[in-house]
């Protein structure tokens, strides 16, 4: 018994002790193992570009297989370092291949390669030029003549390469394949220079002489008049090119491209009289003769009247091209513009002698007309209608003729022409005014809303007439809201002749108010303009608008009609400049203005009134001071800057009352100047950016204990997380902003993210979750740095520049330290000052409809959905198409964000944007009615506004892909909240 214990004994501790040398075993060869892996190295190589071509050209068995390979290599990148071995691939199969389609496809990868970044295409130069004069195919040749182009676009420094590349062009411009007569007429244009004269050799036997030695526009002037309308058109729009890039076209030229203005063609009449136009710029003032009589004109007006007489052409494109350039052409003497109006033709084309002369004639023949024989004072001469001209026919009535073409496109060229045209001459507005109110009874929308655009624009020149105003506001009648909305901005800038005008006018915007409701913000704003600019108009008929009597008492209007505050509207503000009104004003009328200056003060205009208490005017506004001048308002704002960039530093005893009181003054400013609101708000912001950070940094949080500052962590934190938000108000919500104050901006933003990263590591453990916030803090430094190099001078001792300098440093830190010396950083940074740019103006936006005044819910079933109209002004957005966004927040926490569509976006002014759109709401079913909020948000992303990466040659087919919606990375609140009633409804069953 006793020996088989211990045998037992025996035979356990032999498995303990085999199972212990094993595990040594292990633990010494993992070892091994571990010391050994690091020898082991792995290199990782890209696929040859080249080396897979080769391969697919070799397995190619017949040319569509190669021109199959070629496709699908053209789908893929290539990469700068490869572009030279793919280059020389292409071109040893080019040498074999005997195929035409294939030879042409690797000529325009040849082209396409070209174009890559970092790669020099003068190494494949010589082998383009040497495979070009052996080729024998039309159109091969004038694909490498392609090719060649772009390889000299590609070096406009090479002297020598451009000049062998002009060289060959000059050589192949007798081809006679049109395609290749264009190639070469194009690569003149695009590389041709005055500097050295052009030799264009023949192909003749040795011995043959070449051609004398000719500029470059000579010789693409020769083909002006080629067998080939192609030909013809590449020969203008090379001779385009080179002035385009600066060249000064010759005038001889002229007489040649008057003559194409008669083409069969099209395409060369386009052209022509785009050189026509060219040249009537350049030489304005020359002096051309007329064929057939011994007279001299203004080359400008030649011009002009040719091409008035391209209004009348057969081709619709070719009217809209040369209405187009009438409205530039500003130089052309009065009586030739305004005969563009008259349909009658001038003396029979003749110029017309003066009596002076006549008489002057009769007196050296001796006799004067008897009367006895009919006719006897005929001309002796006989005239000949063709052939003088003293301008063309065409430019009788040019306009008219334009104004009633048959295509809309032709029409609204037209009106633009005529716009351009009125806004350099006072007396040519007032004569082309009848036919442009003609045109606001077009049959096309988009025709009547330019024409009303284009009267808006030429409105300080001209006075309708009662006749003409009639017309005007005929338009009211319009069902499109664009339409009647545009004529409101119209009449607000428009002076009329006589008070019977005011009345029609104020009788035509009534019955608007009446039929479309909805119009009743852009009513009374007109009715506010047309008062303010005719008050002598409007005082003789105010005891008819407000009903008065001067004998008996009349019964109060109501408040509430929307017809009545648009008559007190138009009142109120011709009583601002007519100081006689108020005494027509009965005394309810007086307490109307009182309650309508504080609910409608946008409106109503500050009056000063006879013997009444200024009660809802403060006293600032009723001194004057609120409306001061500009420039006095812009030197407070100028001194209020200057007066906190003396504190150097913040933590200073009063330095933040000063902060508190200058936010507070320029917050002021913005309220009373309209002008300076934008730069007293950004100024405003930023201070108050920094009076945040310096309140946060002196909490008693860095110098107490963790476990005791969880109160003023949470304060902190608070400050940190507005900080970030009132920079990306700052960048985003801003326009006109300069890249020092962006800058700016991203300082601030990198410490708030440094005072964010400071909390997260004293309130929560873990060296992973801090090293990865570390890390990401680091590369946003450098992204600053890679940003704003150039602006780094002006940011002496602040906080990213000592983060910069200690970025050696900080890379190799532990994450402890590197907290410290964040914390020790962020202490000891100095305080940049602002520098403000010329303008800044803050986008805004402000949402008509809905109201949020009406008690009436919206009622719709349970699951199924109701519209909401949305119609909201937008101020100074940048690309609201994509960036504005529609927030619905239901009571019980739900967001929705919708995105309008680009057609609900309109732009009725400069810097104003029109948003009309429906939003669908729907929702469960509600015990009782409950409000909704609906606002506009601005969205923004970091990303994607800052960087200008360039886009890859070959990935030419992703330009049509919409935005990535995971790119927006935040939103700001743009307008106020509007509160609207609904009341989802249970299904019934």
């Not at 030029?129 to 694909?143: C, F, M, T, W």
């Not at 109501?558 to 006689?580: E, R």
Request: charged content about 25%.
């Amino acid at each position: 018994m006793r020996e088989e214990v211990q045998e037992r004994i025996n035979t356990t501790m032999a498995a303990h002790l085999k199972k212990r040398v094993y595990e040594e075993f292990s633990k010494v060869s993992q070892q091994v193992t571990l010391e050994e892996a690091p020898t082991k190295k792995l290199r990782l190589t890209k696929p040859s570009k080249s080396a897979a071509l080769h391969i697919d050209l070799c397995k190619a068995s017949n040319p569509t297989d190669a021109l199959q390979y070629l496709l699908s290599f053209a789908r893929k990148p290539v990469e700068a370092e490869s572009v030279e071995g793919v280059v020389r691939i292409l071109l040893e199969h080019y040498y074999k291949e005997s195929d035409n389609s294939v030879r042409l496809k690797i000529a325009s990868l040849l082209g396409l390669l070209s174009k890559t970044q970092g790669f020099a295409p003068d190494c494949i130069v010589d082998d383009a030029i040497n495979i070009l004069n052996n080729e024998k195919s039309h159109q091969v040749l004038a694909q490498l003549l392609d090719t060649l182009l772009i390889i000299g676009t590609q070096l406009p420094d090479k002297t020598a390469v451009i000049q062998r590349l002009i060289d060959v062009a000059c050589k192949h411009l007798s081809s006679t394949y049109f395609g290749v007569r264009n190639k070469c007429l194009q690569l003149l244009g695009c590389l041709g220079t005055v500097d050295k004269p052009l030799s264009k050799e023949t192909d003749a036997v040795p011995g043959a002489q070449t051609l004398p030695v000719r500029d470059v526009q000579s010789l693409i002037s020769d083909y002006f008049q080629d067998q080939d309308p192609r030909v013809r058109t590449a020969a203008i729009k090379a001779m385009l090119q080179l002035h385009e890039r600066g060249m000064k076209i010759q005038q001889t030229i002229y007489n040649q491209a008057c003559k194409l203005l008669s083409d069969d063609y099209e395409q060369v009449r386009s052209a022509a009289v785009q050189m026509v136009w060219v040249l009537s710029q350049l030489y304005p003032e020359s002096i051309v003769p007329i064929p057939s009589i011994n007279e001299e004109i203004r080359l400008v007006d030649d011009s002009f009247g040719k091409i008035c007489h391209m209004v009348s052409d057969g081709s619709w494109v070719v009217r809209v091209q040369a209405a187009k350039l009438l409205g530039s052409m500003h130089q052309v003497s009065p009586h030739f513009l305004e005969q563009t109006l008259d349909k009658k033709l001038m003396s029979d084309l003749r110029r017309k002698r003066t009596a002076h002369e006549r008489a002057k004639e009769l007196y050296a023949s001796g006799e004067f007309s008897s009367g006895r024989r009919w006719a006897d004072d005929a001309p002796k001469e006989k005239v000949d209608t063709t052939g003088v001209n003293l301008i063309d026919s065409g430019a009788c009535g040019a306009f008219v003729h334009g104004l009633e073409d048959e295509m809309y496109e032709v029409r609204i060229a037209a009106v633009e022409a005529l716009c351009s045209l009125a806004q350099s001459s006072s007396s040519f507005a007032e004569k082309c005014l009848d036919f442009l109110v003609d045109m606001f009874n077009d049959e096309i929308e988009e025709v009547r809303l330019q024409s009303i655009h284009v009267l808006r624009q030429i409105s300080t020149h001209i006075t309708l007439r009662e006749d003409q105003l009639d017309t005007v506001l005929a338009v009211l009648e319009d069902s499109s809201r664009d339409i009647r909305e545009a004529l409101h901005e119209l009449l607000c800038y428009t002076n009329v002749s006589t008070k019977e005008c005011i009345q029609l006018a104020l009788l035509e915007l009534l019955k608007n108010l009446t039929k479309y409701p909805t119009d009743r913000n852009s009513v009374w704003k007109c009715l506010k303009f047309l008062g303010s600019r005719h008050p002598t108009l409007v005082l003789p008929i105010v005891p008819e608008l407000l009903s008065t009597h001067p004998y008996f008492d009349t019964p109060e209007p109501d408040m509430d009609d929307p017809a009545y505050i648009a008559v007190l509207v138009l009142v109120f503000n011709a009583a601002q400049s007519c100081p006689t009104m108020p005494a027509l004003f009965s005394d309810h009328t007086f307490r109307h203005y009182a309650y309508l200056r504080d609910s409608l003060s946008h409106l109503v205009p500050h009056l000063r009134l006879p013997g009444r208490k200024q009660t809802a005017i403060s006293g600032l506004e009723a001194s004057g001071v609120g409306s001061g001048s500009l420039n006095s308002a812009q030197n407070f704002l100028q001194d209020s800057l200057v007066r906190v960039s003396a504190l150097q530093n913040l933590e200073t005893p009063g330095a933040q009352d000063l902060l508190e009181f200058t936010i507070r003054d320029l917050q002021r400013l913005g309220e009373l100047q309209t002008e300076l609101a934008g730069s007293a708000d950004f100024c405003a912001t930023y201070l108050r950016c920094q009076l945040l950070l310096t309140k946060a940094l002196q909490e008693k949080l860095w110098t107490m204990a963790v476990p005791l500052c969880l109160k003023q962590n949470a304060k902190v934190s608070t400050a940190a997380r507005q900080i970030l938000d009132e920079t990306y108000k700052l960048e985003f919500l801003y326009s006109g902003l300069e890249t020092q104050q962006i800058a700016t901006i991203h300082n601030v933003r990198l410490q708030a993210k440094a005072l964010q990263l400071i909390l997260t590591a004293r309130s929560k453990r873990g060296v992973d979750r801090v090293l990865s916030i570390c890390e990401k803090f680091l590369q946003d430094v450098e992204s600053f740095q890679r940003l704003f190099m150039t602006e780094l001078p002006h940011f002496q001792d602040s906080f990213v520049e000592k983060l910069l300098e200690l970025m050696p440093r900080l890379t190799a830190c532990k994450p402890h330290d590197l907290v410290k010396i964040f914390q020790t950083t962020l202490r000891q940074s100095r305080f940049i000052h602002l520098k403000l740019p010329e303008q800044i103006h803050r986008a805004s936006a402000t949402i008509i409809e809905p109201t949020g005044e009406s008690d009436n819910a919206l009622r719709f079933t349970s699951g199924l959905v109701v519209a909401l109209d949305i119609d909201a002004t937008l101020e100074h957005v940048q690309d609201p198409q994509t960036t504005v966004k529609v927030q619905v927040l239901y009571p019980d926490g739900q967001s929705h964000i919708i995105h309008p569509k680009p057609g609900d976006f309109r732009t009725p002014g400069p810097g104003r944007v029109r948003l009309i759109t429906q939003v669908y709401l729907s929702h469960s079913a509600w015990t009782e009615p409950c409000q909704i909020e609906v606002r506009l948000l601005l969205a923004y992303s970091t990303s994607s506004c800052k960087l200008n990466v360039s886009k890859p040659v070959w990935n030419e087919s992703m330009d049509g892909l919409p935005t990535n919606e995971s790119s927006i990375e935040g939103t700001i609140h743009l307008s106020k909240p509007v509160k609207v009633f609904i009341m989802p409804k249970p299904a019934r069953r």
